[in-house]
């Protein structure tokens, strides 16, 4: 088992920044992959970031460029810097983590990033 817990949601107007953070409890060393999804009112689940088995980190395109992730090994959290927000990026933010041994997909609560003026 894996335990994902989020912050740094909240309310920030077009152009600015937030940054998220989510902290992995549990059988971390089994864990093969973490990272970001989000959904949107009205619309599918969306892979943002991950750091994938392999290694790599993986965007989606409509953040490249202003969305980067990264982690702290020491602390097992994984961060989402989210800059030049735009009102699209309103989202329910969600943590995710993929282990090996057993085989599982974790999902943290989920935090709200709303982009308004």
């Known amino acids: 088992q894996v335990q994902l817990v989020e912050s740094g949601g909240g309310l920030v107007q077009p152009g600015g920044s937030l940054r998220l953070s989510c902290a992995a409890s549990?059988?971390?060393?089994?864990?093969?992959?973490m990272g970001w999804y989000r959904r949107a009112p009205g619309k599918q689940r969306e892979r943002v970031a991950i750091f994938t088995s392999g290694g790599t980190t993986n965007y989606a395109d409509s953040v490249k460029g202003r969305f980067t992730i990264s982690r702290n090994n020491a602390k097992n959290t994984v961060y989402l810097q989210m800059n030049s927000l735009k009102f699209e990026d309103t989202a329910v933010y969600y943590c995710?983590?993929?282990?090996?041994?057993?085989?599982?997909?974790?999902w943290g609560q989920g935090t709200q990033v709303t982009v308004s003026s």
């Open positions: 995710y983590a993929l282990t090996d041994v057993p085989p599982g997909d974790y």
């Open positions: 549990g059988n971390i060393f089994s864990m093969s992959a």
